[in-house]
């Protein structure tokens, strides 16, 4: 027996349970979280931000956030972990779309300057009603397959239509699409 069972986590993942400590419910999915999430969000708010905008600030730190509460969530399939990895992850899809939104507004000029408002609004919605229903893993699965689809459409517009990025662009966006939505989303 574990030091963190019973598990409260509404879903339990594919590694060994407790294989290598009996402190840590998934060895290899928590230090490869931390790893593979949360050092490029530590990275990006080190060294991806020429700009200073916020939003971008804010998506890195929301990454670091995801790989820390990944971590936790790997590492006791505790619920309150659990929603520190899931609701950071539908908060940063949000602020994807919006960033395709605003994407060509000049810095401090928002052609949508109550988008922000509605969103958040929007985020303390979603965040009662994941509470509500936390229990129920589909919920979230749903939630964020929707954010995710939405986003794909907004980079598909951003990338195609506005042509932002040109050839190069396109390519990124085309090895992007397949990388996430054809391999990574399906795995996961």
């Given at each position: ?15 060994r ?8 419910v998934?060895w290899h ?6 790893v ?14 020429p ?16 790989g ?13 972990f ?27 000029e928002?052609?949508y ?5 509605f ?11 994941y509470?509500?229903f ?8 749903a ?7 939405l986003?794909t459409?907004?980079l ?15 390519k ?8 996430y ?7 996961w």
């Open positions: 027996m574990g030091y963190w069972e019973p598990h409260t986590s509404s879903v339990d993942f594919c590694e349970n407790y294989e290598h400590s009996e402190f840590v998934e999915n928590s230090w490869s979280s931390f593979g999430i949360s050092v490029f969000g530590l990275i990006g708010l080190i060294w991806g931000n700009t200073k905008e916020m939003r971008h600030t804010l998506g890195y730190l929301i990454l670091t956030l995801i820390l509460g990944s971590v936790g969530l790997h590492g006791s399939l505790h619920w309150i659990q929603s520190s990895d899931e609701l950071p992850m539908i908060y940063l899809v949000t602020l994807a779309n919006y960033m395709c939104v605003e994407v060509d507004s000049k810095v401090g928002p052609k300057p109550q988008l922000p408002t969103l958040n609004i929007l985020m303390v919605i979603n965040t009662f009603i509470y509500t936390q229990h129920i893993y589909a919920v979230f699965i939630t964020y397959a929707v954010s995710s689809i986003n459409f907004l598909v517009y951003v990338v195609h239509w506005k042509n932002t990025g040109g050839k190069t662009g396109k990124i966006f085309k090895g992007t699409v397949i990388g939505l054809i391999i990574a989303f399906p795995i």
